[in-house]
């Protein structure tokens, strides 16, 4: 049986990572499933867990008052969910839910936050992962935005 530091090292966000800053991770980790249609995340929530995804697929969604939620992202295996807990106030921008059987990997971000200003290379290193994901679902944004609004 595989160990959660092993585990996480085939995630493709964590290639390359140090085994001591896997090892160390790991002890903020644990496996979640999610049914399908099952929240990850609601938008405006605490920002307490950000989840690798190992199977299935998850809907980044933004609630459109009196109809259905605009799907801005629909993310799959090897992605993440919940760059949020990086910024503060650590507060969800994404509802995500579950497309179908969902497996992942959820990290404490309190625990990690904790963890980053203790080793501020570490620190830098989720900074310098996570930044080109923000940017990226901000792009994914916009266009949602310009296909929303776009001219008719």
């Known amino acids: 049986m595989e160990t959660m530091d092993q585990l996480m090292a085939k995630h493709p966000f964590f290639a390359g990572l140090a085994p001591e800053y ?59 969910v919940g760059a949020s807990w990086i ?6 921008e994404f509802d995500a839910r579950a497309m179908d059987l969902t497996r992942a990997i ?14 501020h290379h570490l620190g830098y290193e989720m900074m310098q992962r996570f930044l080109p994901i923000i940017v990226k679902r901000l792009h994914a944004t916009r266009l949602q935005i310009l296909d929303v609004y776009g001219s008719k």
């Open 22 to 80: 896997l090892e160390l991770l790991a002890g903020c980790a644990r496996n979640y499933r999610f049914d399908a249609g099952e929240y990850l995340i609601r938008e405006g929530d605490p920002a307490d867990t950000f989840y690798l995804i190992r199977h299935g697929r998850v809907t980044l969604e933004i609630a459109a008052p009196g109809s259905a939620p605009v799907v801005i992202s629909t993310l799959g295996e090897s992605e993440i």
């Open 106 to 119: 959820g990290i404490d971000a309190k625990c990690l936050r904790g963890k980053c200003d203790a080793d």
């Open 87 to 92: 910024v503060p106030p650590y507060r969800a």
